[in-house]
Structure formats: structure tokens, C-alpha cells
């Protein structure tokens, strides 16, 4: 069974600066995938960035970069230039082998930018 | 084009009852998931139905039930409810159900059991 930790409940980052969101995970899969998700207070869930466990090279999407440390079991969001948009929840979540949509969520990390 | 839309948006339902919540995919994917989302905490993952087939079933009891109708919408049910139920309902629909097609999420029902 895949779990996924997040370690840091709230963080708060000012604006313009950069921010590390931290994630670990456990799986017994070769194969998977992992995924960092945004839950503004609207609800709905937004995909930031998702990495394929068998490529070695960080995803990025704009400011959006991730560390990911297959070893350590470790994948790490990097949010540059943080922007008042930003604030959210976020969520880092792994794919089950059979589908993209069995999705395993961890708790969330609150962030604030703040002004 | 529309995303996933979830009706309805706010339900509450007072205990021992039934419940129905609806998921609409977007246009074109054949993939629908649910989700249980506790305040305070990451989604859970219920139900995932493709092409109308049960393709994957999360830790929920039997009060839990789906189905996916040949439009490729989708109904969470809930039988017997009780206060632990109340949650935040999502529904995601993607292309494939393989890992390389992106879920997309719905807004959710807020569902409140008194």
C-alpha cells in the first residue's frame, strides 16, 4: 500500500520569495507516478506538477519545480517567485499501479503568501 | 468547455439516510473516480469506474456504492449514513485510467450529516 507523509502543516512564505513544500511517500511499486496538487478555498483540486518515478530528471512547470529523490523516497515542491495567488492547500499524492485516478493523498500543507 | 461538474454542491442529511451525489466528466473522458475528503485532511480515495466497469475500490464499507451510466456520468450512493460520513465528495474524470492520463477534479458536494 502507498502512504504519503507531509510533514509541515502550515508554512508562510513572502511575496516574490521561494518556498519548499516537503514530501515523502511509501511504495512498494516499481512503477508510479507523483503529483503535487492545489486546493484553493474554491475547492476544487488543480494539478502543479507530476513526476514519472522512472525519470530521473525534476519535473518543472514555470515556477514550479520539484527535487525528487527516488532513493530517500523523497519529492519535494519548489514554488519560485511566490506570487498572493499561491495560498492553498497543497497536496502531494502517488498513483496506484492501476490507474491514474487512485491517487493517495497526503494531509496537506496550508501556505500563506503573504504581501 | 465545461470541466467536471459535481451536483450538488451542498447537501445535508440527517442520519440513517440515504444520499445520492452526481459527477459529470468532461466531455470525452471515460474515466470517473471518487474521492472522500475530511476537513483537515487529503482526499480519500473510494470508487474508480471505466467504461462503466468498477476498476477499483478504496477501504469504504458496502454503505458505499457506484455506477457509471453509458453517458459516462456517475453517482456516488450512500446507504445508513452517519455523522463521519460528512466530508467533501470529489469527483475526477480523466481520458484513460492508466497513470498517464492527468485527473481532473470537480469542485466536490459538501455533504453534512446531522
Known amino acids: 500500500a502507498q502512504t504519503v507523509t507531509q510533514s509541515q502543516p502550515e508554512m508562510s512564505v513572502q511575496e516574490a520569495e521561494t518556498v519548499t513544500l516537503s514530501c515523502t511517500y511509501d511504495?512498494?511499486?516499481?512503477?508510479?507516478?507523483l503529483f503535487w496538487y492545489k486546493q484553493p478555498p474554491s475547492r476544487q483540486m488543480i494539478l502543479v506538477i507530476r513526476?514519472?518515478?522512472?525519470?530521473?530528471q525534476n519535473a518543472t512547470e514555470n515556477r514550479f519545480s520539484v527535487n525528487f529523490q527516488k532513493a530517500a523516497k523523497s519529492f519535494s515542491l519548489k514554488i519560485s517567485d511566490s506570487q498572493l495567488g499561491d495560498t492553498a492547500m497543497y497536496f502531494c499524492a502517488i498513483s496506484d499501479q492501476t490507474g491514474a485516478n487512485n491517487l493517495f493523498f497526503g494531509t496537506g500543507t496550508r501556505l500563506t503568501v503573504i504581501p | 468547455d465545461a470541466g467536471v461538474t459535481q451536483s450538488p454542491t451542498h447537501l445535508i442529511k440527517t442520519r440513517g439516510q440515504h444520499v445520492t451525489l452526481r459527477c459529470s466528466p468532461i466531455?470525452?473522458?471515460?474515466?470517473v473516480s471518487w474521492y472522500q475528503q475530511v476537513l483537515g485532511q487529503g482526499p480519500q480515495f473510494i470508487f474508480q469506474?471505466?467504461?462503466?466497469?468498477?476498476?477499483g475500490r478504496g477501504n469504504f464499507p458496502d454503505r458505499f456504492s457506484a455506477r457509471q451510466f453509458p453517458n459516462y456520468s456517475s453517482e456516488l450512493n450512500v446507504n445508513a449514513l452517519l455523522l463521519g460520513d460528512s466530508a467533501l465528495y470529489l469527483c475526477?474524470?480523466?481520458?484513460?485510467?492508466?497513470?498517464?492520463?492527468?485527473?481532473?477534479f470537480g469542485q466536490g458536494t459538501r455533504l453534512t450529516v446531522v
Open positions: 511504495t512498494s511499486e516499481n512503477n508510479y507516478y
Open positions: 469506474y471505466y467504461e462503466k466497469e468498477e476498476r
Open positions: 475526477a474524470s480523466s481520458l484513460g485510467w492508466n497513470m498517464n492520463t492527468e485527473a481532473f
Open positions: 513526476q514519472e518515478a522512472y525519470k530521473q
Open positions: 466531455s470525452g473522458h471515460k474515466s
